[in-house]
Nanobody, 115 residues
Framework: QVQLVESGGGLVQPGGSLRLSCSAS????????MAWYRQAPGKQREVIAI???????IYEDSVKGRFTISRDNAKNTLYLQMNSLKPQDTAVYYC?????????WGQGTQVTVSS
């Protein structure tokens, strides 16, 4: 059973930065892809950044150029570097790991962007 634990969320002012981490209980190199999702109040959960096993990255339009997804296989950790944060980035951020027949979720970490 894979466990994913997010950390790094918090309160930040507009224009600030945060780095989210997602620590996995097993080897992340075994996953076909890992991703970050977010869910704002009253909205559906949406995918914002994907990192495939081959190293390709895909970003949702609203975060392109501001967010960077990366991983450290030695630490079994996925990251999301978030720069130039905006109030509309406020949400619970979730880590996801996927294989062809199943996927796993973390518990989420709150990010609040407010002055």
């Amino acid at each position: 059973q894979v466990q994913l634990v997010e950390s790094g969320g918090g309160l930040v002012q507009p224009g600030g930065s945060l780095r989210l981490s997602c620590s996995a209980s097993g080897s992340i190199s075994s996953f076909d892809a890992m991703a970050w999702y977010r869910q704002a109040p009253g909205k559906q959960r949406e995918v914002i950044a994907i990192l495939t096993g081959g190293g390709r990255t895909i970003y949702e339009d609203s975060v392109k150029g501001r967010f960077t997804i990366s991983r450290d296989n030695a630490k079994n950790t996925l990251y999301l570097q978030m720069n130039s944060l905006k109030p509309q980035d406020t949400a619970v951020y979730y880590c996801n790991a996927a294989q062809p027949d199943r996927s796993w979720w973390g518990q989420g970490t709150q990010v609040t962007v407010s002055s």
